[in-house]
């Protein structure tokens, strides 16, 4: 079975500041994990995934995770967060790829951008 | 790219009635479809999985009569939620994949309030 934990359902940085947004994982197999952005009034969009290569994965908008199967974690980072990085975060697990219908998504995290 | 257009945005009836909520892959063909809901602070939990021509599969507690998936076309799939009741109230979503090894492209999400 798959699922994640997103601690903290809504994070607040300063503009320019780290974003640092956490996500831990439970999988009794090989995990692949994604990270979805939803603005408001709109679809969630893939951010980035992980499916076993690289552990440090790079994705839009200068967004990127490492996994790290040790901590079971997925953490969403990006150095300098921008107003437009407001928006709801979701973290998901999958059994594999060809699985990724079969999406565990975390609770949600809602990024607050103070100018 | 991939869009999925989801209708209405937002609807709000009253208990007893039926309300139906539409799913289109705009730009592609989806063979399958994938239908979601979201309680208040609480995961997108996959409802049920939708397949051209044939029927839903439902995951489990997800009463089959009560949500209703047809999927009459390659582009086109309906969740018509039946009888609805205040507990029905929530955010359900819809997604598609292009492809077998695609990743999901999901709609904008319909907010259900049953009064």
């Known amino acids: 079975a798959q699922s994640v934990t997103q601690l903290g359902s809504h994070v607040s940085v300063s503009e320019g500041a780290l974003v640092l947004l956490r996500c831990n994982y439970s999988?009794?197999?090989?995990?692949?994990l994604f990270w979805y952005v939803q603005y408001p009034n709109q679809g969630l969009q893939l951010l980035l995934k992980?499916?076993?290569?690289?552990?440090l994965v790079k994705g839009i908008n200068g967004f990127e995770a490492e996994f790290k199967k040790s901590e079971t974690s997925f953490h969403l980072t990006k150095p300098s967060a921008h107003m437009s990085d407001a928006a709801e975060y979701f973290c998901?697990?999958?059994?594999?790829?060809?699985?990724?219908?079969?999406?565990?998504f975390g609770t949600g995290t809602r990024l607050t951008v103070i100018p | 790219g991939a869009v999925v257009s989801q209708h209405p945005s937002r609807v709000i009836c009253k208990s007893g009635t039926s309300v139906k909520i539409e799913c289109r892959s705009l730009?592609?063909?989806?063979?399958?479809m994938f239908w979601y809901r979201q309680f208040p602070k609480q995961s997108l939990m996959l409802m049920a999985t939708?397949?051209?021509?044939?029927?839903?599969?439902?995951e489990q507690g997800v009463e089959k009569d009560k949500f209703l998936i047809n999927h009459a076309s390659l582009t086109l799939s309906t969740l018509t939620v039946t009888s609805a009741h205040p507990e029905d109230s929530s955010f359900y979503i819809c997604?598609?994949?292009?492809?077998?090894?695609?990743?999901?492209?999901f709609g904008n999400g319909t907010r259900l309030t049953v009064t």
């Open positions: 939708s397949n051209e021509g044939s029927k839903a599969t439902y």
């Open positions: 999988s009794s197999v090989p995990p692949y």
């Open positions: 730009d592609f063909q989806a063979t399958t």
């Open positions: 997604s598609a994949k292009t492809g077998v090894d695609s990743p999901l492209h």
């Open positions: 998901a697990v999958s059994a594999g790829w060809t699985g990724a219908n079969n999406l565990f």
């Open positions: 992980y499916t076993s290569a690289a552990t």
